[in-house]
């Protein structure tokens, strides 16, 4: 149990935005992942599980730090460690057979050979008969086995698995899940440590021996909460329902500037990330809220389940209603505020009045972004300013994401408008 | 799952092949004696300043059409090659990407005739007192028609594979050779195929520059079907023209039925969209050499065969060995390449400014410059007239699903059919009338391209949603609002990707379509196109180099202020 199979110490890593600024991913991050355990690594997007994982799998390299396999130094990927992927990254112009031989021809293996073991993989994730058909051929659950066959057959030490369900619906999720534990417990894959990044607690729960909850801004390992319950685990059962529970209240209480209760210590800045969650989905989780059976206050974890939303859009969601002021969040359960309440009876005239003052108040992106157009003579600014003052703290992809919902915020407010065609923001023309 | 199950051993079944196999056997042998007897003749004795006989009896087209289109076969597998090597160097070296790809976008720009005239002599002297040297001119020059386009799609291929399946292929330990064979490849081959197609008909467009040699004071002809329509513009034999255009109808249809309807059928499989597709493109000989076992057998000896390289060239240590740390990264060697390409291209711009100073003057400068803009009206007013005819046209034909298979299929043919063969026709009407070449000679321009609009907007309208459709029967949408607020729209992007390669293969025509020739008659219209070729005919090489050079200016220009911003445009806002 205590053998060290892959050390991470104090790794540090940047990328490089387009404007050429550095804006850092991970910093200072330890993690030891030992022999005979699963790990699961919870976090916001952007929050660098994804590429604490790759840098694991040798995908990428460390800015500084040691990463090391066994005791050696990892400076690409290695043959012991394997890798799922969200995408399943099936090659599709090759058959299933072909797919999970992959590695093996890469190895050189001689064509018997490898296909007896394929088969015996093919066989153990349940897809025999199906090693002639084409990946299109399958449907998502189908192909994701296939993956993690190709992963399989080559008797990983190490298996990662990113975001491997999350592309799949959920029940098919959870049986495939069920399928690589049953795996896991019989002892029937060589594979000696998992490590899973994910979105959905319930996985992480489920699976894990430990699970790790990732910080943003920049990511380091924020929480580490061991799960001591034997497996397989019932998801109804008391233990699984309060540690679900726990872990909803890890990730949304502490998580950095984003989510707390809107307090004076802890004002949102400017460049952070925003929870990405549109107008409809932020009113619709608020009337959900007020109205039976949950009368105003709600458990996460049961909202979830109500809205069929992923655990990470419902946390963006509740983050935005918290930042917002409609609701606050504490240990795992939302609450809505006085002001909620009115949001939620309110007509549509004063739903946008409250919003308006609401985005104006809480959201340093949207009440810079006025301020600058109220300065401005013309009344007019491009999004592209705003968007390259993004790039200093977020990846490009985000920054996007975070402007177009504070655009959308703005915009329903009436605290600005938005022209989708030139790109220009400007004051409302009624003033 | 098309994998044929075998219950017993095959010996005990069938012992030599089976009755696909006979049925091919004629059409496999016949291929054979055809492609031995063309290479012999192609190698034959040959001095310089001998005549080659041509002669314009139809009897002799059969044989000139096999041996066009060997040179273009030829032609196209080196282009084939080219592109592999290409994309292969530029995405795996930086430094090497930073020269290779503008040099590329230049190379595209320069008209074939330009290529020739600088290699022909060259390539005759590599053999000799043998035809081969001159064969291989030619077939350099429609490799020049082919290789570029086949270049750039390998090339974006090869850019555009995947993230995840970059990081699979390097989780899973391939190395740049397996990863070639077994990712890259694979990924850009639907593109390949596709402007295989295109190229072949780019060579047909400009085989008879390529076999009638007359550039650099040579004057060879070639046996082939170009040599043929030469003939007959000198002879003005129309009836001679009318056999040419009969044959060579003939040979695009063989081939398109022996070589690329297999291939395309076959490259389907490797087709990124994970998702079933809607109608699979079929071929009546690939499924016919799926059901021979010969053949298959000998297909499958060259698959063994690479699948033994992959584990030949393989990675033979992993991310913990020494060797794959990376190299300390310093930036000295990439400045210095840097500086060395910075230096490079100063040197060819002042090379440039001394050489137009001394040799063409400005003024010629600035009036090849107001040629360029005659061509770029033509272009853009050919672009707008062929959009006004095929747009309505595309979408009512695109709306019914039977017509659309049926039409795409002739759509196709015809762009493959190469549109200077009517010059000579229009030449005549011309004449007869009395009409002003600068007007109608402009249309020749877009005879050719013109229907990579129409299919475009039929595939672009074959894909308006049902929904839609719906809707805006639904909404009552009738007249202009309709044309304006639903079918335009819809059929705006892949409108834009037909106009693109359209009025890219416009530009090109024009060096082909400003200037005319039959008999002795030579019909001109001022621009860009006829100016070079005017040149070429006489040899003048500063001037072929000017014209070459601000063509490639306008083209260069044109695609990135027009028609990448309409891309953008349609890429972001008007897509389903």
């Not at chain 2, 197609?197 to 079907?225: R, T």
């Not at chain 2, 293969?505 to 024009?510: C, D, E, I, T």
């Amino acid at each position: 149990m205590s053998t060290p199979i892959i050390e991470i110490k104090s790794v540090n890593k940047s990328f490089r935005s387009a404007d050429g600024s550095a804006r850092t991913v991970l910093e200072g991050v330890d993690f030891t992942l030992f022999e005979g355990e699963i790990v699961a690594l919870l976090g916001q997007s952007g929050s660098g599980k994804s590429t604490l994982l790759r840098i694991m799998a040798g995908l990428i390299g460390a800015d500084s730090g040691q990463v090391a396999y066994r005791g050696l130094p990892l400076y690409g990927p290695a043959r012991g460690i394997s890798m799922v992927f969200q995408s399943f990254a099936l090659f599709p112009w090759l058959t299933v057979q072909k797919n999970v031989e992959l590695g093996l021809e890469a190895q050189g293996m001689a064509p018997e050979e490898r296909a007896r073991r394929a088969e015996a993989a093919i066989e153990l994730i349940g897809l025999s008969g199906f090693e002639g058909a084409l990946p299109r051929e399958l449907s998502g659950g189908m192909r994701q086995r296939v993956g993690i066959a190709r992963a399989l057959v080559l008797e990983p030490e190490v298996l990662l698995m990113d975001e491997a369900f999350s592309a799949l619906d959920v029940l098919t999720g959870e049986r495939l899940r069920d399928d690589i534990l049953e795996l896991w417990e019989t002892r029937q894959m060589p594979t000696k440590a998992i490590l899973v990044v994910s979105h959905n607690i319930e996985d992480a729960v489920m699976m894990a021996d430990r699970v790790l909850v990732f910080g943003s801004d920049p990511g380091r390992v924020r929480e580490e909460l061991p799960i001591r319950l034997s497996r397989p685990r019932e998801v109804e059962s008391q233990e699984v329902r309060s540690l679900i529970d726990t872990v909803y209240g890890l990730m949304t209480t502490g998580a950095g500037r984003v989510g707390r209760t809107p307090g004076k210590e802890t004002r949102l800045q400017l460049g952070d990330r925003l929870p990405i969650a549109d107008i409809a989905r932020i009113e619709g989780i608020l009337e959900l809220l007020a109205d039976e059976p949950f009368r105003g206050r709600a458990d996460l974890p049961k909202l979830a389940e109500e809205t069929e939303l992923t655990d990470h859009e419902l946390l963006d969601v509740s983050a935005a209603l918290a930042l917002l002021g409609f609701a606050n969040l504490a240990q795992g359960d939302i609450v809505i505020t006085p002001l909620g309440e009115r949001y939620a009876r309110a007509g549509n005239q004063e739903r946008k009045a409250i919003f308006g003052a609401q985005v104006l108040e809480h959201v340093p992106l949207v009440a810079y972004i006025r301020h600058g157009l109220a300065q401005d003579p013309s009344g007019d600014l491009h999004e592209d300013l705003f968007l390259k003052l993004l790039n200093f703290t977020l990846d490009e992809a985000e920054a996007e994401r975070v402007l177009s919902v504070a655009i959308e915020w703005g915009r329903y407010g009436d605290v600005f408008e938005y022209n989708f065609n030139t790109g220009v923001i400007q004051l409302p023309e009624d003033e | 799952m098309s994998k044929t199950r075998q219950f017993f051993p095959r010996q005990v079944v069938e012992a030599g092949g089976n009755r696909w196999d006979w049925a091919l056997l004629p059409l496999v042998l016949a291929l054979l004696v055809l492609l031995a007897y063309g290479a012999e003749q192609m190698a034959r004795p040959f001095q310089l300043g001998e005549t080659l006989p041509i002669s314009l009896d139809p009897i002799n087209l059969p044989y000139y059409l096999l041996r066009t289109t060997m040179r273009m076969f030829i032609a196209l597998g080196a282009s084939l090659l080219f592109s592999c090597v290409f994309a292969a160097l530029a995405v795996k070296y930086r430094t090497a990407e930073k020269i290779l790809v503008p040099l590329l976008d230049i190379l595209q720009s320069i008209p074939i005739l330009g290529f020739l005239s600088i290699t022909v002599t060259g390539f005759i002297a590599l053999f000799p007192g043998n035809l081969f040297g001159v064969e291989l001119a030619a077939i350099f020059a429609i490799f020049t028609s082919q290789a570029w386009n086949m270049a750039f799609s390998a090339y974006q291929g090869f850019r555009t594979v995947p993230a995840e399946l970059t990081e699979a292929a390097r989780v899973f330990q391939l190395s740049g050779w397996q990863r070639f064979w077994r990712l890259e490849l694979p990924f850009a081959m639907p593109g390949l195929v596709w402007n295989m197609m295109m190229s072949m008909s780019g060579g047909w467009f400009f085989v008879v520059a390529s076999e009638a040699i007359s550039v650099s004071n040579q004057n060879i002809k070639l046996p082939g079907i170009g040599s043929y329509i030469a003939m007959a513009i000198e002879a003005r034999d129309l009836q001679a023209i009318g056999w040419a255009i009969g044959a060579m109808l003939i040979g695009i249809a063989l081939y398109d039925q022996l070589f690329f309807r297999p291939l395309i059928a076959w490259a389907d499989k490797f087709r990124f969209e994970e998702s079933g597709s809607e109608t699979a493109p079929g071929s009546w000989l690939l499924a016919w050499l799926h059901r021979t076992e010969r053949t298959q057998d000998i297909a499958r000896i060259f698959v063994r065969l690479l699948e033994r390289s992959l584990a030949v060239f393989r990675l033979s240590y992993d991310g913990t060995s020494i060797r794959a740390r990376p190299d300390q990264k310093s930036a000295a060697p990439q400045r210095f390449w840097d500086a060395i390409i910075a230096a490079a291209v100063f040197y060819a711009v002042w090379t440039l400014v001394h050489f137009v100073h001394t040799e063409v003057g400005w003024t010629e400068v600035g009036r090849v410059f107001v040629l360029g803009l005659y061509t770029m009206s033509r272009v853009v007013v050919l672009i707008f007239i062929a959009a006004l005819i095929w747009i309505p046209i595309g979408i009512w034909i695109g709306m019914n699903p039977r017509l659309a298979e049926r039409v795409q299929a002739v759509a196709q043919f015809l762009a493959a059919f190469p549109a200077n063969l009517m010059f000579p026709v229009a030449v005549v009407v011309i004449v007869r009338y009395g009409l002003n070449p600068d007007i109608w000679l402009s249309p020749l321009m877009i005879l050719g391209t013109q229907w990579y609009i129409l299919f475009n907007v039929i595939a672009g309208a074959s894909t308006v949603p049902t929904e839609l459709r719906y809707a805006a029967r639904n909404f009552g949408l009738t007249g202009w609002l309709k044309w304006r607020r639903y079918l335009l729209p819809a059929i705006f992007p892949s409108f834009v990707t037909g106009a693109i390669t359209a009025s890219g293969g416009s530009w090109n025509a024009s060096i082909v379509a400003e200037y005319v020739t039959w008999g002795n008659t030579t019909l001109k219209a001022h621009g860009l196109g006829s100016y070079i070729a005017e040149m070429t005919s006489i040899g003048d090489f500063p001037r072929i180099a000017l014209g070459i050079g601000v063509m490639c200016v306008f083209v260069m220009g044109f695609n990135h202020f027009v028609w990448r911003r309409l891309y953008r445009m349609a890429e972001n806002r008007l897509h389903f």
